[in-house]
């Protein structure tokens, strides 16, 4: 497995949820200047971008997560972290990790948030 995406679960809106994704295959040279993302798809919709980290440390986020999630990386450990905060209804969804190196994402984690 490439990436190694786990800490979905339910939660009631409002609450929090910290996603982790891990490249345990990619070695450090390749994982530090890679971009990892987080992208999410829900039900009958496209996936999206939920949050990217470049490896100059820029980061980008999806409007509906701006100000709510925090992506984070940490490059000795070659994972990359999804901290989601006041979470909502709508955030209901898979979420899959992306790394740039592998053009391609892992398997999902399922996040439900309840009303």
């Known amino acids: 497995v490439q990436l190694q995406a786990s800490g979905g679960g339910l939660v009631q809106a409002g609450g929090s949820l910290r996603l982790s994704c891990a490249a345990p295959r990619m070695i450090s040279s390749v994982f530090n200047p890679n971009t990892m993302g987080w992208y999410r798809q829900a039900p009958g919709k496209e996936r999206e971008l939920v949050a990217e980290?470049?490896?100059?440390?820029?980061?980008n986020y999806g409007e509906s997560v701006k100000g709510r999630f925090t992506i984070s990386r940490d490059n000795a450990r070659k994972r990359v972290y999804l901290q989601m905060n006041n979470l909502k209804p709508e955030d209901t969804a898979v979420y899959y990790c992306?790394?740039?190196?592998?053009?391609?994402w892992g398997r999902g984690t399922l996040v439900t948030v309840s009303s």
């Open positions: 992306w790394s740039s190196w592998y053009k391609s």
């Open positions: 980290s470049i490896g100059n440390g820029t980061t």
